[in-house]
């Protein structure tokens, strides 16, 4: 039988296309158009053809060293706190309640940090932190500690890594805890009859049945601090000098505290592809252990 | 290897508090033999994880005491108990190999290293999983998995008896025959005591030499499964064991006859001495009693069915309101509705409240 040809499929593609065209392809594309164009004001423009990009790749120039000094500097912040957060949130995954009301209670303090604004979090460490009003701060500077999150660098730093700890550790712990939750207690039983230590049941059934959260917790904490803008511009506004000037930031200051459209729009688009190399990376990474696990059960 | 004795043991969910009623385990003593092959057998609820866990010592008793030859367990931990436990569904641990997972539990106890390879290569040869020792013991099918698991129970040399927890729950029904017969190997190579929690009365039987039948958290009878056929001590034994369970119908019961329905039944013993007020029933097994055409003197009653198990047939009849279940003699075609009853007076019991009385002869 011939397949009848429908085009009325179209009509109802249409409103979608029109949608996403508006909201992503139409302004990624007047980023294109910016990033290949140079102005000065007047709304001239001037065609630079792959000048920006060059400059942008090239160390030597003020813009390239700007770039990679905020690439490796956002590249070493996701480090730290992933180091940090995986861990600790593992610790209070395993350390939390069971059962009972406890869990309740556990769950809705954990999910506070995560259900306060961006723009929030960074005004209370900002307060938190200051030395003449703010509790940290204050604590800090009267026990003889000398700290200044405006003039130190380190103090910055810590500031904002400390900020971000705060504000997402509770996200990896609760995946975690899903995690947990989902490990029959048969498996408990089961270490206990072969008399496994607390270490052997954490590492032969408690950490391989977590993996897989353990990676969708890596990949949302690793994209979101490697895209973090709001939380230290809040703080540190990127300072002191540069010291906590993430890819972001350096991205909004040449956009618009400098007018340089051209230069922002190529670091823009670098910037976009990096992200999406990292989040492919991590999708296949993902489903391969996924479909690894499925023909495993196929197998079986 | 040990004997398994159990004083006056009991729990309860709830706390010792709580009242008697809602204990899952009533106090039950009982002795299990080093070296045997029990099953613990009954519907889901009626208490048998329970007290296989109380015995492995994944639960703390309310009440009563548990001894391992003698020696007081009770208060000891799971770990300390030398107890081995294949659970519903198999339990692996998905980093290691297989062979890893055989050597775990000596491992963990700390064992030299030539004495676990040559206990995970004599375990492994023993179920059978040699080829796999180098393998990942996620990629294996669910009947392997099992036997990895009880593989981790008997790699230890000490261990005091070995509980399965509806072992066969996820194997598939041709393999499930198999890795029984298998067990049934162990037990006879190994001389362990093997405690087998099962709700499935055909694994019950094939694998035990006593089972041991609980109900709503009592042990209601254990003995061999010819006794438990044979002369149920409980009504429950009587239609929870059989296919078709046995036929049980109220009844009046004095000297050598009991009344069904107006009509006399002879017995071979004689019951004078009833409790009195209890609840009078005769339970006899569907296989004991036989239908034949309409004739006076016998049992009279109403076909409704017949099924046909191959083998065998039984009839389901109707006696005045109560249901009934007899064997049809090989050859035998049914004239009508109406039917007769023949019953065998030796396998015909009586019970007062559910339990057996023992006639006098």
Same mark, same amino acid.
């Given at each position: 039988?011939?397949?009848?040809?429908?085009?009325?499929?179209?009509?109802?593609?249409?409103?979608?296309?029109?949608?996403?065209?508006?909201?992503?392809?139409?302004?990624? %594309?007047?980023?294109?158009?910016?990033?290949?164009?140079?102005?000065?004001?007047?709304?001239?423009?001037?065609?630079?053809?792959?000048?920006? &990009?060059?400059?942008?790749?090239?160390?030597?120039?003020?813009?390239?060293?700007?770039? &990679?000094?905020?690439?490796?500097?956002?590249?070493?912040?996701?480090?730290?706190?992933?180091?940090?957060?995986?861990?600790?949130?593992?610790?209070?995954?395993?350390?939390?309640?069971?059962?009972?009301?406890?869990?309740?209670?556990?769950?809705?303090?954990?999910?506070?940090?995560?259900?306060?604004?961006?723009?929030?979090?960074?005004?209370?460490?900002?307060?938190?932190?200051?030395?003449?009003?703010?509790?940290?701060?204050?604590?800090?500077?009267?026990?003889?500690?000398?700290?200044?999150?405006?003039?130190?660098?380190?103090?910055?730093?810590?500031?904002?890594?400390?900020?971000?700890?705060?504000?997402?550790?509770?996200?990896?712990?609760?995946?975690?805890?899903?995690?947990?939750?989902?490990?029959?207690?048969?498996?408990?039983?089961?270490?206990?009859?072969?008399?496994?230590?607390?270490?052997?049941?954490?590492?032969?059934?408690?950490?391989?049945?977590?993996?897989?959260?353990?990676?969708?917790?890596?990949?949302?904490?690793?994209?979101?601090?490697?895209?973090?803008?709001?939380?230290?511009?809040?703080?540190?506004?990127?300072?002191?000098?540069?010291?906590?000037?993430?890819?972001?930031?350096?991205?909004?200051?040449?956009?618009?505290?400098?007018?340089?459209?051209?230069?922002?729009?190529?670091?823009?688009?670098?910037?976009?592809?990096?992200?999406?190399?990292?989040?492919?990376?991590?999708?296949?990474?993902?489903?391969?252990?996924?479909?690894?696990?499925?023909?495993?059960?196929?197998?079986? | 290897?040990?004997?398994?004795?159990?004083?006056?043991?009991? +729990?309860?969910?709830?706390?010792?508090?709580?009242?008697?009623?809602?204990?899952?385990?009533?106090?039950?003593?009982?002795?299990?033999?080093?070296?045997?092959?029990?099953?613990?057998?009954?519907?889901?609820?009626?208490?048998?994880?329970?007290?296989?866990?109380?015995?492995?010592?994944?639960?703390?008793?309310?009440?009563?005491?548990?001894?391992?030859?003698?020696?007081?367990?009770?208060?000891?931990?799971?770990?300390?108990?030398?107890?081995?436990?294949?659970?519903?569904?198999?339990?692996?641990?998905?980093?290691?190999?297989?062979?890893?997972?055989?050597?775990?539990?000596?491992?963990?106890?700390?064992?030299?290293?030539?004495?676990?390879?040559?206990? #995970?290569?004599?375990?492994?040869?023993?179920?059978?999983?040699?080829?796999?020792?180098?393998?990942?013991?996620?990629?294996?099918?669910?009947?392997?998995?099992?036997?990895?698991?009880?593989?981790?129970?008997?790699?230890?040399?000490?261990?005091?008896?070995?509980?399965?927890?509806?072992?066969?729950?996820?194997?598939?029904?041709?393999?499930?025959?198999?890795?029984?017969?298998?067990?049934?190997?162990? +037990?006879?190579?190994?001389?362990?005591?093997?405690?087998?929690?099962?709700?499935?009365?055909?694994?019950?039987?094939?694998?035990?030499?006593?089972?041991?039948? %609980? +109900?709503?958290?009592?042990?209601?009878?254990?003995?061999?499964?010819?006794?438990?056929?044979?002369?149920?001590?409980?009504? &429950?034994?009587?239609?929870?064991?059989?296919?078709?369970?046995?036929?049980?119908?109220?009844?009046?019961?004095?000297?050598?006859?009991?009344?069904?329905?107006?009509?006399?039944?002879?017995?071979?013993?004689?019951?004078?001495?009833?409790?009195?007020?209890?609840?009078?029933?005769?339970?006899?097994?569907?296989?004991?009693?036989?239908?034949?055409?309409?004739?006076?003197?016998?049992?009279?009653?109403?076909?409704?069915?017949?099924?046909?198990?191959?083998?065998?047939?039984?009839?389901?009849?109707?006696?005045?309101?109560?249901?009934?279940?007899?064997?049809?003699?090989?050859?035998?075609?049914?004239?009508?509705?109406?039917?007769?009853?023949?019953?065998?007076?030796?396998?015909?019991? #009586?019970?007062?409240?559910?339990?057996? #009385?023992?006639?006098?002869?």
């Amino acid at each position: 039988m011939d397949k009848t040809v429908n085009q009325k499929a179209w009509l109802l593609v249409l409103p979608v296309f029109l949608i996403v065209a508006f909201s992503a392809i139409l302004p990624l %594309m007047t980023v294109v158009n910016y990033s290949m164009q140079d102005t000065f004001g007047n709304n001239q423009f001037f065609w630079n053809g792959v000048g920006w &990009f060059k400059e942008l790749l090239d160390p030597s120039t003020d813009l390239g060293s700007r770039f &990679f000094a905020s690439l490796w500097r956002n590249l070493f912040f996701s480090a730290v706190i992933l180091a940090i957060e995986v861990p600790l949130g593992i610790v209070v995954a395993l350390s939390m309640p069971r059962e009972g009301w406890r869990v309740a209670a556990c769950l809705v303090m954990m999910a506070l940090p995560l259900l306060i604004p961006w723009n929030v979090v960074g005004t209370i460490w900002q307060i938190f932190g200051r030395p003449d009003i703010g509790l940290l701060g204050y604590v800090l500077n009267s026990l003889g500690i000398n700290y200044n999150y405006v003039s130190n660098e380190f103090d910055a730093w810590a500031t904002v890594i400390v900020m971000d700890v705060w504000h997402w550790t509770s996200l990896v712990a609760l995946l975690c805890y899903a995690g947990l939750k989902s490990i029959p207690d048969a498996y408990y039983q089961a270490a206990q009859i072969d008399g496994a230590s607390r270490w052997a049941v954490f590492k032969a059934i408690q950490l391989p049945k977590m993996n897989r959260v353990l990676l969708i917790a890596v990949l949302l904490r690793f994209m979101d601090s490697f895209m973090i803008y709001t939380e230290p511009f809040v703080v540190t506004g990127g300072g002191p000098g540069n010291s906590t000037t993430f890819v972001s930031i350096e991205l909004v200051k040449i956009a618009l505290g400098q007018f340089d459209l051209g230069k922002a729009a190529a670091l823009s688009l670098v910037y976009n592809l990096i992200v999406l190399i990292v989040c492919w990376v991590f999708y296949t990474v993902m489903t391969n252990v996924g479909t690894d696990r499925q023909a495993n059960q196929g197998a079986a | 290897m040990a004997r398994i004795d159990l004083v006056d043991l009991a +729990h309860c969910y709830g706390g010792n508090d709580a009242a008697p009623e809602s204990f899952a385990l009533k106090p039950i003593s009982m002795t299990w033999r080093q070296g045997g092959a029990y099953a613990l057998l009954g519907p889901s609820g009626c208490g048998k994880t329970t007290l296989l866990n109380l015995i492995s010592g994944i639960v703390t008793p309310s009440r009563g005491k548990i001894l391992f030859d003698g020696v007081d367990i009770t208060l000891l931990s799971t770990q300390k108990r030398n107890i081995a436990q294949v659970f519903q569904f198999p339990v692996i641990y998905d980093t290691m190999t297989v062979g890893q997972n055989l050597a775990f539990p000596l491992k963990n106890r700390g064992v030299a290293h030539g004495e676990i390879d040559a206990r #995970v290569a004599e375990i492994a040869r023993l179920l059978d999983l040699t080829p796999y020792l180098e393998r990942k013991a996620t990629r294996l099918t669910p009947d392997a998995k099992q036997k990895i698991s009880l593989g981790r129970g008997i790699v230890r040399s000490d261990v005091a008896a070995v509980l399965f927890d509806e072992p066969l729950t996820v194997i598939d029904p041709e393999l499930k025959w198999e890795l029984r017969s298998k067990l049934k190997a162990l +037990h006879r190579a190994l001389d362990l005591t093997m405690i087998y929690v099962t709700h499935d009365q055909t694994e019950a039987l094939t694998f035990a030499d006593t089972v041991v039948v %609980m +109900h709503d958290g009592r042990v209601v009878q254990s003995g061999t499964p010819a006794e438990l056929f044979d002369k149920p001590e409980h009504t &429950f034994v009587g239609y929870f064991i059989g296919s078709p369970g046995m036929n049980i119908v109220p009844a009046h019961v004095q000297g050598r006859e009991a009344r069904i329905d107006g009509h006399v039944i002879a017995l071979n013993r004689a019951y004078d001495r009833l409790p009195a007020g209890a609840r009078i029933e005769v339970g006899v097994r569907p296989e004991f009693v036989s239908v034949a055409k309409p004739a006076p003197g016998l049992l009279s009653a109403a076909i409704e069915r017949i099924d046909d198990l191959g083998r065998i047939r039984f009839a389901r009849v109707r006696i005045g309101k109560v249901k009934f279940a007899a064997r049809v003699p090989e050859g035998f075609s049914i004239p009508s509705q109406e039917a007769g009853l023949v019953f065998d007076p030796a396998r015909v019991h #009586v019970y007062a409240d559910s339990r057996l #009385v023992e006639g006098s002869a």
